[in-house]
């Protein structure tokens, strides 16, 4: 049997345990308690420090507008604003939460090779977009043919690092910027005016004098056709199987496709009415025999 005393002993041995695993419950739900009081803290003030961001972001682009900037500067402005605002927020937010903020620049000074090479892409894409806002090949607004991919469109964003375009059945290009600055590219409605160049063939058996007078006519009755620009029809080409004759006029940049397809219709119709012949591909075969020869047209 066990004595007084180690009864005494076990008894007072159970109430340390039970202090202390009351004091680790303590601890435990007040860190529970600080720890949902700190990340409470932190949301409310990512909240307001998002919605102060977003206000920052709403003057400097009124402010841009009423300069008169282009629509590119304030878009690409705004998303760079938008990009270092939000980073600068999340710092802090890691500094209030405890984390230091030299420790934090440390690591990214460490770090900072495999994160050039990382980023050195959209490193690339931001100095292309500043080129772009700098020497302005073209901006919001224009038409433009991409000369790599080849793909074109309406401009409709300039961003940090990327160009929007909306193609003719609206659909939505996104193009680097790094890859604009350093290539090649057509800037189509750079200028207010644009020439329009058709060809039209006619046979060789036709009357070219009466061929060009009737296409002359047509450039005469286009109405949009800049009247103070040179209108030229002419014989550009002959070709295997017509004499090929050029048309050309000058229209707004706004009338260029209407325009262009309207004249090409205009052609063929008078050409028909006067009766001229808009020619097949054709090939003449001679075959040489005993016989003689044969002539033979396959078009």
């Not at 308690?33 to 803290?41: M, W």
């Not at 189509?188 to 160049?197: G, K, W």
Request: glycine fraction near 8%; hydrophobic fraction near 45%.
């Amino acid at each position: 049997m066990q004595s007084a005393e180690e009864i005494v002993e076990k008894i007072e041995q159970i109430e340390v345990n039970g202090s202390t695993l009351s004091r680790f419950f303590t601890d435990l739900s007040t860190g529970a308690l600080h720890l949902a009081f700190r990340v409470a803290v932190a949301i409310l003030v990512f909240l307001i420090g998002a919605w102060a961001i977003k206000m920052v972001r709403r003057i400097i682009r009124r402010s841009m507008q009423r300069a008169n900037a282009e629509v590119g500067a304030v878009q690409f402005v705004d998303s760079f604003v938008k990009a270092s605002l939000y980073v600068l927020l999340i710092l802090f937010l890691a500094s209030a939460c405890g984390v230091d903020a030299a420790s934090i620049v440390a690591v990214l000074g460490s770090a900072g090779v495999a994160i050039g090479l990382a980023v050195q892409g959209s490193l690339s894409n931001l100095a292309g977009g500043v080129l772009i806002l700098m020497l302005k090949p073209f901006k919001v607004g224009d038409y433009i043919v991409e000369g790599v991919t080849g793909k074109e469109g309406t401009v409709k964003e300039i961003q940090i690092f990327y160009t929007k375009l909306l193609t003719i059945d609206n659909q939505t290009v996104v193009l680097p910027n790094g890859s604009l600055a350093n290539h090649c590219l057509v800037n189509v409605t750079a200028q207010d005016t644009r020439r329009m160049d058709i060809t039209v063939s006619v046979s060789y058996k036709a009357d070219l004098k009466q061929a060009k007078e009737v296409l002359s006519q047509v450039l005469a009755r286009e109405e949009k056709a800049l009247k103070e620009k040179e209108q030229l029809v002419f014989v550009s080409r002959l070709g295997d199987s017509g004499v090929e004759i050029g048309v050309r006029c000058w229209f707004l940049q706004e009338d260029f496709w209407p325009g262009k397809w309207r004249v090409t219709e205009n052609c063929k119709l008078a050409l028909d009415e006067a009766g001229i012949e808009i020619p097949y591909p054709q090939l003449d075969v001679h075959l040489a025999g005993n016989g003689g020869f044969a002539s033979s047209s396959e078009s």
